[in-house]
């Protein structure tokens, strides 16, 4: 059976869904000749017109509670409208994971799923709705924050983003809908001879470095974390890691990078533990992983102030 590909926008009211489906089915590139299911899970102040609903051959179907939001409903419009794609707006205050856990039929495919974020309540959602808003990053392939002006943090905003999903496509857009350039202001100067990361600034260089590897490629960085070893570790090599809050108190992950010693830190490693903190003077290689720090100095230290990792 021919593929039906579905292409999810998400984020919470007031998010500009609406307006960006309309923009996008205006342009005859994406609807010309498609027979287009757009549905609905929660309507906002904007509407969809009806004379640009006819123009595109696009079938609106507004879902009513998400109790109807069922495998049987998509079923059913399916056979309805045979649609050549199914344009999915959806409901913020609902998880994502439960319509990706539903059992559509194989022929279902999603293609994309795009974030919607209102940059000017996006700090009351993160401080609020926290571990809601971050699933939608994780699950995202782009994320759109609009409606931005000069004194929005994008660089913040970007890392808050980047520590859930590095692979995800970030875009900031000004209130009249142009580009807004996000520059990255680093707590750090990467001209120096040794690259000094504080305590503090550990998530945002492993962010940092995680966009853009490239950049730190023969670099020398002084670092503080913790110890991680494991026979599965080739002999001399270790990982040097932070505790990082990615989204909520109960979803701590462990964040860092392998460390391989030199033959004259091979003393210190034989008496390294596992969660022993250290201060790493190291100079930065790339790996098909990404950063690869070969040690230079290694001396055993007091732990961090803040032991958790944050992202801006």
Known sequence: MKE???????????????SFLKDTLDNEEFSQGQNILLIVCEEGEEEYEADLLNQY?????????KENFTVDFFKEKERLYNPDCILLEYNGMWQLKDFMTMKMPRHYV????????????????LNNMRSL????FKTSDMVIFNRCHEETPKSSYRRTVKAVNSSVQI????????????????????????????????????????????KYKGKTVNVK???????????????????????????????????????????IFNHLKSGQWIQVTAKIDLGPGGLMLLAEEIIPCEKAAQ????FN
């Open 110 to 125: 999603i293609v994309q799923i795009i974030t919607l974020v209102n940059s000017s309540t996006f700090e009351l959602y």
């Open 225 to 267: 974390g913790q110890a991680f070893k494991s026979s599965h570790y080739p002999q001399g090599c270790f990982a040097l890691f932070r505790s990082a809050m990615t989204c909520c108190i109960d979803d701590i992950a462990s964040i860092g990078f392998p460390i391989r010693c030199s033959s004259k830190d091979m003393q």
């Open 57 to 65: 051959n696009i079938h609106l179907e507004i879902v009513d509670g």
């Open 133 to 136: 808003i971050m699933e939608q």
């Open 171 to 214: 875009f900031f857009e000004n209130a009249d809908g142009s580009e807004a350039k996000a520059e990255d202001i680093l707590p750090f100067d990467l001209e120096e001879d040794i690259i000094q990361i504080e305590e503090e600034d550990f998530g945002i260089w492993y962010v940092d470095t995680l966009d853009s590897p490239e």
């Open 4 to 18: 039906l590909p579905i292409y999810i926008l998400n984020g919470f009211l007031d998010s500009g869904k609406t």
């Open 307 to 310: 032991e958790l990792v944050y």
